[in-house]
């Protein structure tokens, strides 16, 4: 060091002799080599280098709170996770010392019942005192909750793997990242453990488990969300849509001939239809699926019934759905497997009295991101089993926003308590409809 400080000093020397004497720089060059100036590159560089390594530093967290769903912190440069008290720790002291930062690293950060479900994790600025790093790592970490509304399907999708691609793209495009998780149940670990290995090479932490502390070279904390179930392209530096993470899942559960054998037109096969069902405890169920069914066939199609529940394999799931050519159902988690069908697919989704924008929200507008073909039904009053207790004319029917009333809880009316008888006569218009996109796509392997 006292060779750089010293070579340094000489360096300073020749510039202030190049400003008093107005020497070209140029000519300057010619005479004593560019070497020598890179020389001195060196040396102010290594001088730098040596003031900031001392002990005091501004501070390495920074934190942006203005999205409306999510919070993302970073600490940048080495940091020490503690799993056992959920504090990660900047191992460069700050000068003035700042307050610690808490953040819940889920993607609904205004709702207090998900959060309810998140673990708290706490940012320092500094070093605890006696810091020491059970076991180092040679990736950054990124540190997010798989708690929230974990255990609905659309929400292990809308508010985790959603954004987590989103966050991926944006921050660690070479996927040299450790997924460090809270909240971390191991059903959830074991179910998406092919997708997780396709955001990143490296092994993923449960913290829940895990009992040494940990070092990074810098750790991002949260993820990234753009909306329900939805990426928008103008928002990450390489743009990337829904379509884009739909052809992510493809290749982590649908490559290699996954799908199921098609069936072929010219062979005389009809489109496949995958038929969702719900049980009738859940809500929002078919009270008549086995005449849809039957009516679907006399349409046309050949309908596989697709009732998928926790311990349904998604890689058995991609296959079906993959292997088909149109989707129906009602309004609700299930639809989530819309992420498996091709471009040129059909989703048909039976909207509930009372759910219209959500159903828009939650499956319309992605699967037309995706490049599905949406065809949307919205059941009459009569076709209701709500009707059946408060009568078709009642204000539950007639008016569901004036019911709800602007409160979630009030929702549960139209989620939790109503099933679906559906019109046949009415609502066969639609399903031929989506036949006939179906039958398109199956013929020429394109929408129409």
Same mark, same amino acid.
């Given at each position: ?15 202030v002799m190049i400003l ?68 990660i720790s900047s191992l ?194 078919? &009270?008549? $699926? +086995?005449?849809?069914? =039957?009516?679907? *066939? @006399? ?6 019934? /697709? ?55 939650y499956f319309g507008r ?55 008888? &559906?019109? $046949? +006569?009415?609502?066969? =218009?639609?399903? *031929? @409809? ?6 398109? /796509? ?7």
């Amino acid at each position: 060091m006292r060779i750089a400080s010293a070579v340094a000093a000489a360096c300073l020397g020749l510039l202030v002799m190049i400003l008093a004497l107005d020497v070209n720089l140029m000519s300057l060059t010619n005479l004593i080599g560019i070497q020598v100036l890179k020389g001195c590159a060196w040396a102010v560089d290594l001088r730098a280098s040596a003031s900031s390594s001392s002990e005091i530093h501004a501070s390495p967290v920074s934190c942006d709170r203005s999205h409306a769903t999510y919070d993302l912190c970073t600490v940048d440069g080495p940091a020490l996770l503690d799993p056992a008290t959920a504090t990660i720790s900047s191992l460069e002291r700050t000068s003035p010392p700042r307050a610690p930062v808490k953040i819940r690293p889920y993607t609904r950060k205004r709702d207090r019942s998900a959060l309810s479900g998140v673990r708290e994790v706490t940012i320092a600025s500094s070093p605890p005192p006696n810091a020491t790093c059970g076991a180092t790592q040679a990736a950054p970490a990124l540190v997010f909750s798989a708690g929230g509304y974990t255990g609905n399907f659309f929400h292990e999708f809308s508010d985790g793997l959603v954004p987590l691609f989103i966050t991926v793209e944006s921050i660690f495009p070479d996927r040299d990242v450790t997924l460090a998780v809270v909240d971390c149940r191991d059903w959830w670990l074991r179910r998406y453990a092919d997708v997780l290995s396709h955001f990143s090479r490296r092994p993923v932490i449960n913290l829940d488990r895990q009992k040494e502390t940990l070092c990074f070279p810098s750790i991002t904390v949260g993820l990234i969300k753009h909306g329900p179930m939805t990426i928008d392209p103008k928002l990450l530096p390489h743009p990337k849509s829904l379509r884009d993470f739909a052809s992510f899942l493809d290749g982590v559960y649908g490559g290699g001939g996954a799908a199921a054998p098609l069936p072929s037109a010219a062979a005389g096969g009809r489109p496949r239809l995958v038929l969702v069902s719900r049980p009738r405890s859940a809500g929002r169920a078919f &009270l008549n $699926l +086995g005449e849809l069914e =039957a009516l679907a *066939e @006399r349409i046309g199609f050949e309908v596989r019934r /697709f009732a998928p529940n926790r311990g349904t394999r998604l890689a058995e799931s991609c296959r079906l759905v993959r292997g088909s050519h149109a989707m129906v159902g009602v309004h609700g988690a299930a639809m989530t497997h819309a992420v498996f069908l091709r471009p040129g697919s059909v989703l048909l989704q039976v909207v509930p009295v009372g759910t219209t924008w959500l159903s828009e929200a939650y499956f319309g507008r992605p699967a037309r991101e995706m490049g599905l073909e949406y065809v949307e039904y919205r059941i009459g009053a009569n076709e209701s089993s709500l009707a059946e207790e408060y009568g078709a004319d009642s204000v539950v029917l007639r008016d569901p926003r004036a019911v709800v009333g602007g409160e979630w809880k009030n929702m549960r009316l139209y989620l939790k308590t109503q099933n679906v008888r &559906l019109d $046949l +006569g009415r609502f066969r =218009a639609s399903l *031929e @409809r989506a036949y006939v996109k179906a039958k398109a /796509f199956m013929e020429t392997g394109e929408s129409s």
